[in-house]
C-alpha cells in the first residue's frame, strides 16, 4: 500500500505529527511504503480561482512545492492528513493545500482520482472536550466522498497543548496505531 501523509502543523514535534508518525510506523512494519510532506515547510499558494483546471487542464496549472504532493496523491492508495485545530478548522497551511484539492475534481465535479482510495484525518485540539469542533471530520469527509474516496477515517487528540502532549498520551498512540492496523493491514 501507498501512504502519502500531508502534516500541516508547524510544530515538526507537535501533536499530531507524533500521532501521523505513529500511524507512519505502524503502517509501515506492515508493509506500506510511506512518503511525507510537511507543508509549513514549503512555498505554495491556495487556489487562484483561475478555473484552468475546469476550461484547460486535468490538473493544477500553479506550479509550486505542492506540484508534486498532488502527483504522489493520484498514485496513492491511502492519504493521511494530520492537522492542529486553528480556530475550529485545519491549519491554513493545510486549508491552502486542500483548496486545489479542486483540480482533481472535473467541471461536472466528478472525480478524476481513480476510486477506491482511503483517507486518515489526525486532528489535535487544545479543547478537552469531544463535541468542541466535532464538526470539522465531517465537513472534509464530504469532499472526499465527492472525490471518489472508499473510506474516511478519523483519529482525535483533545486536551494536547504543548508539543509532547500527545507523547505522554499511550491511548492516543494506542488509536494512531490501531487505525494504521485496520486501514493498512
Ligand atoms: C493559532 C492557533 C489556533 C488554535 N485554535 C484552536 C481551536 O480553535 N480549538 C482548540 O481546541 N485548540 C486550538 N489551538 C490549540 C491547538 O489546536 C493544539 O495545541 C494542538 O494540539 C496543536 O497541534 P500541533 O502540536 O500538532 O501543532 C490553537 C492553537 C493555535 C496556535
Request: net charge neutral; proline share 5%; hydrophobic share 40%.
Amino acid at each position: 500500500m501507498k501512504i502519502v501523509a500531508v502534516l500541516g502543523s508547524p510544530r515538526p514535534t507537535g501533536n499530531s505529527n507524533t500521532l501521523a508518525q505513529r500511524f507512519l510506523e505502524t503502517a509501515r512494519q506492515q508493509g506500506a511504503e510511506t512518503q511525507v510532506f510537511m507543508v509549513n515547510q514549503m512555498q505554495f499558494k491556495g487556489c487562484q480561482g483561475c478555473g484552468s483546471c475546469k476550461t484547460k487542464t486535468d490538473y493544477c496549472v500553479v506550479e509550486d512545492d505542492l506540484t508534486p504532493v498532488y502527483d504522489a496523491i493520484r498514485e496513492a492508495d491511502l492519504l493521511l492528513l494530520a492537522s492542529p485545530v486553528y480556530f475550529g478548522d485545519l491549519s491554513g497551511q493545510l486549508k491552502c493545500f486542500f483548496d486545489r484539492f479542486f483540480a482533481f475534481a472535473d467541471s461536472d465535479f466528478s472525480s478524476r482520482l481513480r476510486p477506491g482510495k482511503k483517507a486518515v484525518v489526525i486532528l489535535t485540539q487544545g479543547h478537552p472536550d469531544g463535541a468542541m469542533f466535532a464538526d470539522i471530520f465531517p465537513r472534509y469527509q464530504q469532499w472526499f466522498n465527492m472525490l471518489g474516496f472508499a473510506e474516511t477515517h478519523l483519529v482525535r487528540g483533545l486536551g494536547l497543548g504543548d508539543p509532547g502532549a500527545a507523547a505522554a498520551r499511550p491511548e492516543l498512540l494506542a488509536q494512531a496505531a490501531d487505525a494504521a492496523r485496520q486501514v493498512a493491514p
